[in-house]
DNA sequence: CAGACTGTTTCGCA
DNA sequence: CTGCGAAACAGTCT
């Protein structure tokens, strides 16, 4: 799925398209991606889209909300009345002049008119535009909630932007673990956001091998985690977010991340900074780029 | 052709 | 509670 910061973008990109409208109907057209009931947010006002990990929560007037998760290949489109039906009459791709807003996983495989075969919601706004929810591999949902619940956010360790992100904080969340400190940053339950790509480069920036066990972690160590975690999410956010393969941008550009990535996707390259080989292992089954010279 | 791999998370089990 | 491996699924790569 999108990461952090790629879910920032889509969520922008939702707040510019989609605050004041009512949804007229949803489609859904797999029920096991859809939880709760669709009538609770029909002829209700979006007032607000906010981010929460790597979710997405679309606020409703009257006090429902629609929490998604894209997970690996979820992706969100959204199309204007008169652009849906220029991109229905077109045979092949999607011209970047059309502006669609959302993202997530763009593909080959989606590069064709909507809804096609990787649609499974559609989302059909009372003035005719529309959000399709596309997914290639099915694991992506969206829940029905009602926003006076308050648990939500505590069911998620603290977001990788929060002020509440502190050293005192993942020294308390790290002690008694033995795990890795790649597998750490990559726990949502401690930190929510950060997936593979960003936890090798934030592990670069600060200098440490991602097998170390967090219980050999010096405080200068969390110290360096804690501090380079917002640099390089914003970088990203900055640079439009970034994909293994070709994410795109809410005006259909791509972004630009990985092209500046330390050790990301780089393997038997050089590092950036001292020249030695790039290497790649197997950590907890994801797989961690980084250079031994650079990190300890 | 088979098997491994991919931006994720959750579940069951030891 | 902790940590590990598998599963959800579909396509690409070796």
Not at 51 to 79: C, P, S, W
């Amino acid at each position: 799925m999108p990461e952090l910061p790629e879910v920032e973008t889509i969520v922008r990109g939702l707040n510019q398209a989609i605050i004041g409208r009512k949804i007229k109907s949803i489609d859904i057209l797999v029920d096991k991606l859809f939880i709760g009931n669709k009538n609770s947010v029909i002829n209700s006002k979006i007032i607000e889209v906010k981010r929460l990990g790597k979710t997405i929560l679309i606020y409703f007037e009257n006090n429902y909300l629609l929490h998604i998760h894209l997970k690996m290949t979820g992706q969100l489109i959204f199309v204007n009345k008169n652009q849906q039906f220029k991109i229905k009459n077109l045979k092949l791709k999607i011209p970047p002049t059309i502006k669609i807003v959302g993202g997530g996983h763009p593909d080959k495989k989606y590069d064709q008119p909507l809804p096609h075969k990787y649609t499974h919601i559609i989302i059909k706004f009372t003035d005719e535009s529309t959000l399709f929810y596309n997914d290639l591999r099915k694991f992506g949902w969206m829940k029905i909630l009602d926003s006076r619940i308050k648990n939500l956010e505590s069911r998620f360790g603290i977001d990788a932007l929060s002020e509440k992100l502190n050293s005192n904080y993942l020294s308390s969340k790290l002690s008694k673990r033995n795990i890795t400190t790649k597998q750490a940053l990559l726990d949502q339950s401690i930190i929510s956001g950060i997936g593979n790509i960003y936890s090798d480069e934030i592990l670069f920036c600060a200098r440490i091998l991602p097998d170390k066990k967090v219980g050999k972690l010096k405080p200068s160590e969390i110290n360096n985690i804690v501090n380079f975690i917002p640099i390089v999410l914003n970088k990203s956010i900055d640079l439009g977010g970034t994909s293994r393969s070709d994410y795109l941008k809410i005006d259909g550009s791509r972004g630009n991340y990985l092209k500046y990535a330390y050790v990301y996707g780089r393997e038997n390259e050089k590092c950036r900074v001292c020249n030695t080989k790039i290497k790649r292992i197997k950590i907890g089954q994801r797989s961690s780029h980084f250079c031994t010279n650079c990190q300890k």
